[in-house]
């Protein structure tokens, strides 16, 4: 697929376009700083691009906004006293060092336990705490799939977790298939299940237009309290230096 990239500057706001065979236009705004990205049909020019940026120029502002209000997790040493979320509870992280013992446990509703190897360094404690959370939400998303593909007639051929720095999931209608973000392992369920209910919305509706507010509102009652919590969740630590793809 041949993508073609440029950009703009919109009332002060640079825009980066990128040109690629879609049907429709798309606008987005991303932290750290609320980047302005326009994905576009190749046969929508640049003064159309200008115009619906215009047209969402308060949205995109409100939305920089709260990005550079946003709470930030500090990065997480991985050491024994730190504060870690599970499904949404705070818990008291307790490295406890051990010969052929690799894992997590919660003993109590306030300490999480992480078993690493003697000299294991804060990337191997990390990785050994995600891979705990992905496990975690591989045994939360099947049934979760499964009532909301029951409820709204459709099906999910493949379901995959990885982290992402924008969004909270994302779906590719033609391969029926949904991502659920890793960071969601952290969250209340409820906001899991509404970002699942959201992605196979979009199996019956493709964009957020009031089509796929009316099956929101008819089905998921409480969702806009449940993206507020999301929302107004401290985001993950990112190295924002990186590549922005």
Same mark, same amino acid.
């Given at each position: 697929?041949?993508?073609? %990239?440029?950009?703009? =500057? =919109?009332?002060?706001?640079? =825009?980066?376009?990128?040109?690629?065979?879609?049907?429709?236009? !798309?606008?987005?705004? &991303? *932290?750290?700083?609320?980047? +302005?990205? /326009?994905?576009?049909?190749?046969?929508?020019?640049?003064?159309?691009?200008?115009?619906? +940026? /215009?047209?969402?120029?308060?949205?995109?502002?409100?939305?920089?906004?709260?990005?550079?209000?946003?709470?930030?997790?500090?990065?997480?040493?991985?050491? %024994?006293?730190?504060? !870690? &979320?599970?499904?949404?509870?705070? #818990?008291?992280?307790?490295?406890?060092?051990?010969?052929?013992? @690799?894992?997590?446990?919660? *003993?109590?509703?306030?300490?999480?336990?992480?078993? +690493?190897?003697?000299?294991?360094?804060?990337?191997?404690?990390?990785?050994?705490?995600?891979?705990? #959370? $992905?496990?975690?939400?591989?045994?939360?998303?099947? *049934?979760?799939?499964?009532?909301?593909?029951?409820?709204?007639? =459709?099906?999910?051929?493949?379901?995959?977790? $990885?982290?992402?720095?924008?969004?909270?999931?994302?779906?590719?209608?033609?391969?029926? @298939?949904?991502?659920?973000?890793?960071?969601?392992?952290?969250?209340? +369920?409820?906001?899991?299940? #509404?970002?699942?209910? !959201?992605?196979? %919305?979009?199996?019956?509706?493709?964009?957020?237009?009031?089509?796929?507010?009316?099956?929101?509102?008819?089905?998921?009652?409480?969702?806009?309290?449940?993206?507020? %919590?999301?929302?107004?969740?401290?985001?993950? !630590?990112?190295?924002?230096?990186?590549?922005?793809?």
């Amino acid at each position: 697929m041949t993508i073609e %990239t440029s950009q703009v =500057v =919109v009332s002060g706001i640079p =825009v980066q376009i990128v040109r690629k065979p879609i049907k429709n236009l !798309h606008l987005g705004v &991303y *932290p750290p700083n609320g980047r +302005v990205r /326009v994905a576009a049909p190749r046969r929508i020019n640049d003064e159309a691009v200008r115009l619906a +940026v /215009v047209q969402r120029l308060r949205w995109i502002k409100t939305q920089q906004a709260r990005f550079q209000c946003q709470a930030r997790e500090s990065e997480r040493e991985m050491v %024994t006293g730190e504060s !870690h &979320y599970v499904l949404g509870k705070r #818990y008291r992280l307790s490295v406890i060092r051990k010969e052929n013992v @690799r894992g997590v446990r919660l *003993p109590n509703q306030s300490r999480l336990e992480l078993f +690493v190897p003697p000299g294991a360094d804060a990337t191997q404690r990390r990785r050994i705490l995600q891979e705990w #959370y $992905r496990q975690r939400l591989k045994e939360l998303i099947p *049934p979760l799939v499964a009532k909301w593909q029951s409820i709204f007639r =459709v099906r999910v051929a493949d379901c995959r977790i $990885r982290r992402m720095k924008t969004k909270w999931g994302a779906c590719n209608v033609e391969a029926q @298939r949904i991502w659920i973000n890793l960071e969601l392992a952290k969250k209340p +369920v409820q906001c899991l299940e #509404y970002v699942i209910a !959201h992605e196979l %919305t979009h199996f019956l509706e493709r964009n957020h237009n009031d089509r796929f507010v009316a099956i929101l509102n008819r089905h998921v009652p409480h969702w806009r309290a449940h993206r507020s %919590t999301l929302n107004s969740a401290p985001l993950a !630590h990112e190295n924002w230096k990186r590549k922005q793809r």
